[in-house]
């Protein structure tokens, strides 16, 4: 089956920068997401990495390393806004084939402080 | 334009009690997701529609909770002799199909007493 490991909570200053790793195992594996999560609210998508590399999406940038099974979200300039659950999520083939479910991580909570 | 909704925006119901969450996709979304997320958790996957039919049920946690699509669009998740460990909150997801981005509904929280 599929697991995914990235950390629990992590605290950073606003205007840094952060990087929350994922690191993941699976079969059959197609790309990794990222998605945000405020309290209370819905997760919304941030970015899909299918090939190695560095995607830049504004402040965000996430990264994926196929053959370490690795990958990250890392965050510039960070904002007070920036304080929510982030969740990397693989996409890989599921129990059935032919269909690429999306199994999600734990999260991680990013605290933004002054 | 209109996202995914879901009814209730919160439920509260006594244990035993049987309960029915809605979900409305985006239009023309052929897949549908249901997932659970207790508090300060992650995504529990429950269930995946491709148009009407479930060809992934393999999420839901007992014989009590069922789900049901029509019409390729609405999708209801029933959940039966409600107990307490129920309590969390029914988030629902649309995509263009299971290989596009999948778009959440607020969610709806249930609380069971």
């Known amino acids: 089956g599929q697991s995914l490991e990235q950390p629990s909570e992590v605290t950073a200053v606003e205007g840094a920068i952060v990087q929350i790793n994922c690191t993941y195992q699976?079969?059959?594996?197609?790309?990794l997401s990222w998605y945000q999560q405020h309290d209370g609210g819905a997760p919304t998508f941030l970015s899909y990495?299918?090939?190695?590399g560095l995607e830049e999406t504004g402040r965000f940038s996430s990264f994926l390393s196929r053959s370490d099974s690795y990958g990250y979200l890392l965050l510039q300039e960070l904002q007070m806004k920036d304080s929510a659950s982030y969740f990397c999520a693989v996409r890989d083939n599921g129990r059935r084939g032919g269909y690429q479910k999306v199994t999600f991580g734990t999260g991680t909570k990013l605290q933004v402080i002054p | 334009g209109a996202g995914v909704s879901q009814s209730p925006s919160n439920k509260v119901t006594e244990k035993g009690k049987d309960v029915e969450l809605r979900c409305d996709p985006i239009?023309?979304?052929?897949?549908l997701y249901w997932y659970r997320q207790s508090l300060g958790q992650g995504l529990e996957f429950l269930i995946y529609?491709?148009?009407?039919?479930?060809?992934?049920k393999s999420g839901l946690p007992s014989d009590r909770f069922s789900a049901e699509r029509t019409g390729g669009s609405v999708s209801t998740l029933t959940i039966q002799r409600t107990q307490q460990e129920d309590s969390a909150v029914y988030l629902c997801?649309?995509?263009?199909?299971?290989?596009?981005?999948?778009?959440f509904g607020p969610g709806t929280r249930l609380l069971v007493l």
């Open positions: 699976t079969s059959g594996f197609y790309g």
């Open positions: 997801a649309s995509s263009r199909d299971n290989q596009e981005t999948q778009y």
């Open positions: 529609f491709q148009g009407n039919s479930a060809p992934d």
């Open positions: 239009s023309g979304h052929t897949a």
């Open positions: 990495n299918a090939l190695d």
